[in-house]
């Protein structure tokens, strides 16, 4: 949904500059929004970005490739998201009649839409480090590897985090260590975020 409202809202971008993209989130349209808004999208995390795109392929698992890994940490995911929306947002001046139109974003906020409201820390006027570090987050990790005696396997692990600080970063990798044997069924797993108990 993440990778889906970013699409759109630089396709819309697009648009208003009166150039059309029929592509979902990838380099190439990302790289038209950074032609026609340089500041706009040097103002947004590009790890993030990233991720959006390698969201698409989740759509698509039989064409991904061997290795593909994803991990989705909610909290920090929920805050970039919102100050990426909230970037776009200011950019976008329409008006009817000469008069400004809010659009849905501003009539949300108005309306005070608890759906909007619930955990946006720039509604709540938080910073997005205090919103991150104290929240726990769930953690969502995938992985596609072909050492798993089928021609791949599909590993997954949720958990919850501890509150911590996020570096930025959302391109972490879910990485296996030791792969099971006969002589040693456990497998050994690299958590990108710290997990709040021993054994998640």
Not at 19 to 35: D, G, P, Q, R, T
Not at 147 to 160: H, K, L, W
Request: proline share 6%; net charge neutral.
């Amino acid at each position: 949904m993440a990778s889906t409202s970013i699409e759109k809202y630089f396709k819309a971008i697009l648009i208003l500059n009166k150039k059309k993209s029929h592509k979902h989130l990838n380099a190439e349209l990302c790289n038209l929004v950074k032609e026609f808004d340089p500041d706009l999208y040097n103002n947004l995390n590009l790890s993030f970005l990233e991720l959006l795109i390698k969201c698409y392929t989740l759509r698509y698992l039989d064409d991904a490739p061997n290795k593909f890994s994803v991990v989705f940490i909610q909290y920090p995911l929920l805050a970039e998201l919102d100050y990426s929306v909230s970037k776009i947002e200011k950019k976008f001046h329409i008006y009817q009649d000469s008069k400004k139109l809010d659009l849905d974003y501003r009539q949300t906020w108005n309306n005070k839409d608890p759906e909007f409201t619930a955990n946006n820390y720039i509604y709540n006027g938080m910073s997005k480090v205090n919103f991150i570090e104290t929240n726990e987050s769930k953690v969502h990790c995938l992985r596609l590897d072909p050492n798993f005696g089928i021609d791949r396997a599909i590993i997954e692990t949720y958990y919850t985090a501890t509150k911590q600080p996020h570096d930025g970063n959302f391109l972490r990798e879910f990485v296996i260590s030791d792969y099971p044997t006969t002589e040693n069924p456990n497998t050994g797993f690299e958590l990108p975020f710290k997990p709040k108990f021993k054994n998640p």
